[in-house]
């Protein structure tokens, strides 16, 4: 009977043992993985981003503030351009004065 125990309890200390190395190496090897992971992607992102800046149009990012320009120039002279209301003395802003 006690050979059983002492043989169950070497049994069990082993089997945990096993379990809590099992889990180590787990931990270990998730841990190498997931900073592989974020390492490639990060380096993944940096080359797509150099890689479409490279192939990105310039005169494609310059259209859009000419257009600005030239609108907010046309929209300059249209006010400068309308006719404007004479102001005589008998006419007032407010005509609850």
């Known amino acids: 009977m006690i050979r059983s125990r002492s043989f169950l ?33 990060a380096f993944v992102w940096d080359f797509v981003k150099d890689v479409t800046a490279k192939f990105e149009s310039p005169a494609l990012r310059l259209v859009a503030r000419p257009v600005e320009l030239v609108q907010a120039c046309a929209y300059a002279l249209r006010i400068a351009k309308r006719e404007r209301p004479q102001v005589r003395p008998q006419w007032r802003m407010c005509p609850s004065i």
Do not use: D, M, N, Q
Request: glycine residues 4%; hydrophobic residues 55%.
């Open 9 to 41: 309890s070497t049994l069990a200390f082993a089997a945990a043992a096993c379990i809590l190395a099992g889990a180590s190496a787990f931990s270990t090897v998730t841990y190498h993985v997931a900073r592989t992971c974020t390492a490639v992607r």
